[in-house]
C-alpha cells in the first residue's frame, strides 16, 4: 500500500516535536544521532562494516552540521584509548566498530567500565575470523557480554537512530555512569536503506539528552585533582566490581524509565523485550535483531492454521532482562532461541543458557528450549528459514522434549564430488631460478654488488601470482609486487596482511598464489612471519624438514597496515628475523573504503578527510615508515617504483640477499589505486613517476646503516613541482586552487625538507 508521507508527517507533528521522513541506513542513522548530540570526540579505525559511521560524520563536519573532534587511531586498541582518555577528562564520547577491531579494543573496554565513564559505542556486529568473513553474525558482541558495559540492541535503522539517542542518556545516569554499546547487524541493518523518522530540530535531542552532568570526577579539574583507575588490592576490588554490577542492574530501570520519556517525544515504544503475539502464545522463536523480523510474517501464517506462535526479541542483552522473559514464557510450551554465534563445546551459544537458566527458575515450568545456530557469516535468514524455526519449536511442543536440543541450522554436507580440483600448478625449486640474477658483498665498500639482466630476460619467469584475481583496473599492486618477485629467486613463503592484495587473491575456495600463503590480520603479520620463520630454522636443525637453505619469506601489507601493525613490525625488526617486509603504499586503507591511514599526505581527500567548506583535506603530515624502520638498524631498507623497474630488481635481489644471511629487510613501494586516488585506470605508472621526480617519494637505500640515493631527480634535471604531480589526480586538485594555497605550501615545504635530509644523508654516511 502506498504511503502519503504528507499525512503521515503532519500525523507526527501534530503534538510531539517535528519530525521528518527520510530512507536511511543504520550507519548513516548512527551517525546523524551522533551529529545531532553533537559530542566533544570520536575516535575512530575504519573496519569493514562500521567504518562508513567515521565517514559520514566526516562528510557532516565538512558541511558543518556538528563540531565533534574526529580523531582517526593507528588501531582500533588506539581508538579505545582515544575515547577513554577523552572521557576520563570529562566530555561525550563516542565509537564505532566491528569484528575483530572489536576483539582488538577488548582489552581496553572493562577499564572504561570498571573506572565509570560513560560514552557510546556502536557495534556493527560481523563475523570474526579467521577465516576472514566481513558480513554480519554475533561472534564478536558475544564477545562483550562480560565486560561490564549495558548492551542495547537495534533491528533497524530506526532502532539505531533511537538506541543511540537513549543510549547516551542511559550512560550519564546518576544511578548507571556507564559505557553503553548499541549492537546491530552488519550488512542487513548498516547498510540497507529504511524508511525512518528523525527530528527535524536537533535541539530536540539535545533537550531530551539533557547538559552532561556535572560534579563527577574527571582528569582536568586542578583545585580537585583525581587518580583515575589505581592499583586495587583484593579487599577493595570486590567492592568495587559490586558497584559496578549494581550499576548494571539499574541501567535496567534507567532504559525503561528513558524509553518511556523517550515515547513521549517520539511516538515510539522501546520495550525491554520487543514482543510479538505472545499473550498466548504457546510456541515462540527468540532471535536478536534482523531475523526477528521475518520470523513475525510466519507467526501470522501460523496463527492462521491456528497455531499459537509467537517471537520474541530483546532490546536490551546486558542486563539480561530475566523478569520480562520469565513473564513472556510462562505459558509457552516450547521455544526455539536462534544464535548468530557459537560458544564452542557448550553444548548452545551464550544466549541458550542464559534463556534455559532464566526458564529454571520459574517454578514447575517445562518449556522446552530447542538451541540452533544460524546465519553465521552474514548467511541470509528467509521466510523459509523461520518457519522451519517454528517447526522445530512445534515438533518439541507435541513430544514434550527436543530430539535434538542442540544443532547447526544451514549447514550443509561435503560432496566429494565437488571438491575443487587444483587450478594452478603448484611451482617451486628451480622454476623460479634464472641463474641471471647475482649478488655478491663487497668487502671494501661494506655493500652488495648485484648484477641484473635486462627485464625482458625475465618476462620467462613465471609469475607467483596468478591472473585471476579480483582486484580493480588498473590496481598498482600486482604489477608492482610481480616486479618485485622478479628479483627473488627459489621458493618463498609469503604472508599477506589483511589488505585489497589479500582480499582478491584468495576467495574460497581458490587461491591465485603458486607457492605457500599465509593470512593474518592488520595488527600482527609481522610477529606471525617471525614465528614461521624461526620455525623454519628450529625444524631444520632438528632434521624434521628436508627445504632448501635458499628458502626466504615475506611479508607483504599495504592499506594502512604499517599504522595497526607498526608494533609488531617494529619489534619483528629489533629481533632482526631473517625476512623481508614489504609495504605496498597506496596512501590509505583502499580495502575499507578510501579512509586516511597515516600514509596519506597532508591535505590529500579520503572518506574520512572529505574536501568542503569546512575542512580541506588530511589535516597533517604522512608518516615516513622507510625511516622509521631504518631507526630500528635493520640491514637493509629500501624505497621502490614500478615506475623504475631496474631500481627495484636490484633493490629485490639484495633484499633477498640479507633476508637470508644477515636479518630483516624493509621495503616500501609507492602504487597507484586508480579507484580512489580518482585517476585514469592507464596512469597509474606516470603517476608514480611523477611522484618519484616530485621528490615526495624518493628512491634510495640504506644498506647497513648508509644511506644512498638511487634516483636523484635534481641531479637528472627531471625534477617537477609537486604541484604538477598532484594535478593528475583527482584527489588532489583542490590543493591547486588558491584558497587552499597554505596547505599546499606547508605540503611542498614538508616534501622539500625531508628530501633535503634524504640528500644529507646521502652526502654523510654518519647521518
Not at 553444548?347 to 541458550?352: D, M, R, S
Not at 540452533?372 to 524455526?389: C, P, T
Not at 618463498?492 to 585489497?500: A, K, S
Request: with cysteine; proline share 5%; aromatic share 10%.
Amino acid at each position: 500500500m502506498a504511503i502519503d508521507y504528507d499525512k503521515e508527517k503532519a500525523k507526527l507533528n501534530e503534538i510531539m516535536p517535528e519530525q521528518k521522513l527520510t530512507f536511511e541506513s543504520g550507519n548513516e542513522m548512527a551517525a546523524m544521532a551522533a551529529a545531532q548530540i553533537n559530542y566533544h570526540l570520536m575516535g575512530y579505525f575504519p573496519i569493514t562494516p562500521s567504518t562508513e559511521v567515521a565517514q559520514f560524520l566526516d562528510a557532516m563536519k565538512t558541511r558543518g552540521e556538528h563540531d565533534i573532534v574526529l580523531i582517526p587511531a593507528d588501531g582500533e586498541h588506539g581508538s579505545a584509548g582515544v575515547c577513554y582518555g577523552a572521557a576520563a577528562a570529562g566530555g561525550r564520547v563516542f565509537n564505532a566498530t566491528s569484528a575483530n577491531g572489536f576483539l582488538y579494543m577488548l582489552e581496553q573496554l572493562p577499564v572504561q567500565s570498571g573506572t565509570r565513564f560513560p560514552m557510546v559505542l556502536n557495534l556493527v556486529t560481523r563475523a570474526i575470523s579467521g577465516p576472514l568473513d566481513i558480513r554480519g553474525d554475533h561472534s564478536d558482541l558475544y564477545y562483550g557480554l562480560n565486560i561490564g558495559w549495558p548492551i542495547l540492541l537495534a533491528r533497524d535503522p530506526q532502532a539505531v537512530y533511537d538506541m543511540n539517542i537513549m543510549a547516551l542518556k542511559v550512560a550519564e545516569h546518576a544511578d548507571v555512569r556507564l559505557p553503553v554499546m548499541v549492537a546491530y547487524d552488519g550488512f542487513f541493518t548498516s547498510h540497507q536503506k529504511r524508511r525512518v523518522q528523525y527530528f527535524g530540530d536537533r535541539k530536540t535531542v539535545q533537550d531530551f539528552v539533557g547538559e552532561m552532568p556535572t560534579g563527577y570526577v574527571h582528569a582536568l579539574d586542578p583545585e580537585n585533582p583525581v587518580t583515575i583507575g589505581p592499583y586495587m588490592n583484593d579487599p577493595d576490588l570486590i567492592n568495587n566490581n559490586y558497584q559496578q554490577s549494581e550499576a548494571m542492574y539499574k541501567a535496567y530501570d534507567v532504559f525503561k524509565q528513558v524509553s518511556a520519556e523517550y515515547e513521549k517525544i517520539s511516538g515510539r515504544k522501546y520495550d525491554v523485550l520487543d514482543l510479538y503475539r505472545m499473550e498466548d502464545a504457546e510456541v515462540a522463536v527468540f532471535l536478536l535483531n534482523s531475523a526477528s523480523e521475518s520470523a513475525k510474517d510466519v507467526a501470522d501464517q501460523l496463527r492462521a492454521k491456528g497455531i499459537k506462535a509467537g517471537v520474541i526479541s530483546p532490546n536490551m542483552i546486558r542486563p539480561w532482562p530475566k523478569q520480562e522473559i520469565q513473564e513472556a514464557c510462562k505459558n509457552l510450551k516450547a521455544i526455539m532461541i536462534g544464535e548468530r554465534a557459537d560458544s564452542y563445546g557448550g553444548h548452545g551459544a551464550n544466549l541458550t543458557h542464559e534463556l534455559k537458566s532464566t526458564l529454571q527458575e520459574l517454578k514447575g515450568n517445562e518449556t522446552v528450549v530447542v538451541s540452533r545456530i544460524f546465519g553465521v557469516g552474514g548467511k541470509d535468514f528467509y521466510h523459509d528459514d523461520a518457519e522451519a524455526f517454528f517447526q522445530l519449536a512445534i515438533e518439541a511442543a507435541e513430544l514434550g522434549y527436543a530430539p535434538t536440543p542442540f544443532d547447526y541450522y544451514g549447514h550443509t554436507p561435503g560432496n566429494p564430488d565437488a571438491v575443487p580440483k587444483k587450478v594452478l600448478k603448484p611451482l617451486h625449486g628451480d622454476a623460479f631460478k634464472t641463474g641471471l640474477i647475482t649478488v655478491t658483498p663487497d668487502e671494501a665498500t661494506g655493500k652488495l654488488n648485484v648484477k641484473i639482466p635486462p627485464l625482458r630476460a625475465l618476462t620467462k619467469k613465471p609469475k607467483r601470482i596468478a591472473p585471476g584475481h579480483g582486484a580493480c583496473p588498473g590496481c598498482g599492486i600486482f604489477p608492482a609486487l610481480e616486479l618485485f618477485f622478479k628479483g627473488i629467486e627459489g621458493d618463498i613463503v609469503v604472508l599477506f596482511q589483511t589488505g585489497c592484495a589479500m582480499v582478491v587473491t584468495t576467495g574460497y575456495p581458490y587461491s591465485s598464489h603458486k607457492q605457500s600463503y599465509i593470512h593474518n590480520l592488520f595488527q600482527n603479520g609481522a610477529a606471525t612471519l617471525s614465528g614461521a620463520v624461526e620455525m623454519f630454522f628450529e625444524r631444520k636443525r632438528r632434521g624434521e624438514i628436508e627445504v632448501a637453505d635458499d628458502f626466504t619469506f615475506v611479508m607483504v601489507t599495504g592499506d594502512g597496515g604499517m599504522d595497526i601493525g607498526m608494533g609488531p613490525a617494529i619489534g619483528t625488526a629489533l629481533r632482526n628475523h631473517k625476512m623481508i617486509v614489504l609495504e605496498y603504499d597506496n596512501e590509505g586503507y583502499m580495502n575499507t573504503g578510501s579512509q586516511l591511514s597515516y600514509s596519506t599526505p597532508l591535505g590529500h581527500m579520503t572518506s574520512t578527510s572529505n574536501v568542503g567548506k569546512k575542512q580541506g583535506g588530511k589535516a597533517f603530515h604522512h608518516k615516513d615508515t622507510a625511516q622509521i624502520m631504518a631507526a630500528t638498524n635493520i640491514p637493509y631498507v629500501f624505497t621502490g617504483s614500478e615506475a623504475f623497474p631496474q631500481d627495484l630488481l636490484k633493490k629485490a635481489a639484495k633484499a633477498q640477499w640479507y633476508a637470508q644471511n644477515e636479518g630483516l629487510v624493509y621495503g616500501k613501494i609507492l602504487i597507484a589505486c586508480p579507484l580512489n586516488w580518482k585517476s585514469p585506470d592507464e596512469q597509474g605508472q606516470s603517476i608514480v613517476e611523477a611522484a618519484v621526480n616530485s621528490c615526495f617519494f624518493p628512491l634510495y637505500e640504506v644498506e647497513r646503516g648508509v644511506t644512498t640515493i638511487t634516483h636523484d631527480p635534481e641531479a637528472k634535471g627531471k625534477r617537477i613541482e609537486v604541484g604538477d604531480w598532484l594535478t593528475l589526480m583527482g584527489k588532489t586538485k583542490h590543493l591547486t586552487k588558491p584558497e587552499y594555497e597554505p596547505t599546499m605550501q606547508a605540503f611542498s615545504q614538508e616534501v622539500e625538507r625531508r628530501w633535503r635530509r634524504l640528500k644529507a644523508k646521502h652526502e654523510n654516511e654518519y647521518l
